[in-house]
T-cell receptor, first 113, second 115 residues
């Protein structure tokens, strides 16, 4: 069985600053994908960034980047130049078989003006 | 392309009733997955359908069932509703073909309240 753990239930950051959200996971598979999803108050789950396990290079999408440490089974999300619209729940998720996403418990991020 | 759509968006039912939720995936996506989101249990996988066949199933009782049609639209059904079934039900679609994991795109969800 696979597990995903997010150890930070809540975080806050000042607008324009940088914040890092942590995620650790456990799986016995070699072929898997990791994702960060954002869920704003509207409840629509939005894909932020994805990382293929076989790729050593960390994924980057504009202000969002990840630090993927495969041996440590760690997958953190860095948000640079935080904006008010980044306020949301952030979920780390693992997909290693078909389409069964395993989610972490989420981190509630508040961006303060 | 239009995104994943779910109907209805909100639903109120009484204990013991049954309910059917609908999901239309992104055009061209053949895989549809369903998730239940509650404050206590978080996001939990219900089941996944691919080409009208249930391919994966989560740890939920038999009261939860689903199906997929030839146009990839999917429905999930919950029979004999319990108060604990109150949740946000999310549908996600993906372009996954065989067993390679890929990203999923989510719909806006159906908020089910059981009274």
């Amino acid at each position: 069985a696979q597990t995903v753990t997010q150890s930070q239930p809540e975080m806050s950051v000042q607008e324009a600053e940088t914040v890092t959200l942590s995620c650790t996971y456990d799986t016995s598979e070699n072929n898997y994908y990791l994702f960060w999803y954002k869920q704003p108050p509207s409840r629509q789950m939005i894909l932020v960034i994805r990382q293929e396990a076989y790729k050593q290079q960390n994924a980057t999408e504009n202000r969002f980047s990840v630090n993927f440490q495969k041996a440590a089974k760690s997958f953190s999300l860095k948000i640079s130049d935080s904006q008010l619209g980044d306020t949301a729940m952030y979920f780390c998720a693992l997909n290693n078989a078909g389409n069964m996403l395993t989610f972490g418990g989420g981190t509630r991020l508040m961006v303060k003006p | 392309k239009a995104g994943v759509t779910q109907t209805p968006r909100y639903l109120i039912k009484t204990r013991g009733q049954q309910v059917t939720l609908s999901c239309s995936p992104i055009s061209g996506h053949r895989s549809v997955s369903w998730y239940q989101q509650t404050p206590g249990q978080g996001l939990q996988f219900l089941f996944e359908y691919f080409s009208e066949t249930q391919r994966n199933k989560g740890n939920f009782p038999g009261r939860f069932s689903g199906r997929q049609f030839s146009n990839s639209r999917s429905e999930m059904n919950v029979s004999t509703l319990e108060l604990g079934d109150s949740a946000l039900y999310l549908c996600a679609s993906s372009s996954a073909s065989a067993t390679s994991p890929v990203e999923q795109y989510f719909g806006p969800g159906t908020r089910l309240t059981v009274t």
